[in-house]
């Protein structure tokens, strides 16, 4: 089992207060995070943007160990995930994550490359993790 953390330091009220996220590797450290980053304009980062970074490289990842098991190496994958933050009745809940995938994968035609990317998409452990309607746009370049 591989076992990789973040963690979070919050003080304050909700619309006020202020928060701090830090990931086990460093790459993020006391990162800041609060209401004006999440739903206003303010400067630092917010759940819904991590998670978009998560489930994009987890996809991207996927999406080449696929590729590799079917003896191919993509040139490039680029993927973007768009996550949705909607209001509900009782609060707010991530409704959406929509991925835009372009890759340049030489030797692969269309129709197996669809495939690879529906697998991946399915199949990621970020996708699998996330209870919301996961959609994407996947482009061979």
């Not at 304050?12 to 206003?40: A, C, H, I, M």
């Not at 190496?73 to 993927?79: C, G, K, N, V």
């Not at 998409?121 to 970020?126: E, L, R, S």
């Amino acid at each position: 089992m591989i076992k990789k953390s973040g963690s979070a330091k919050w003080s304050g009220d909700l619309k006020t207060g202020k928060g701090k996220v830090s990931t086990e590797s460093g790459v993020l450290n006391d990162q800041p995070y609060g209401f004006n980053t999440r739903f206003e304009d303010g400067a630092g980062t917010n759940p819904e943007e991590l998670i978009g970074a998560a489930h994009a490289s987890c996809f991207s990842m996927a999406l080449s160990m696929i590729l590799g098991e079917k003896g191919v190496a993509a040139e490039s994958i680029e993927t973007t995930a768009t996550v949705s933050l909607d209001k509900k009745d009782d609060g707010f809940a991530v409704t959406g994550v929509h991925l835009v995938v372009k890759a340049s994968i030489p030797g692969v035609d269309k129709s197996t490359f669809d495939e690879c990317a529906k697998a991946a998409k399915q199949n990621c452990p970020i996708s699998k993790l996330l209870n919301a309607d996961i959609t994407m746009d996947a482009e061979l370049a």
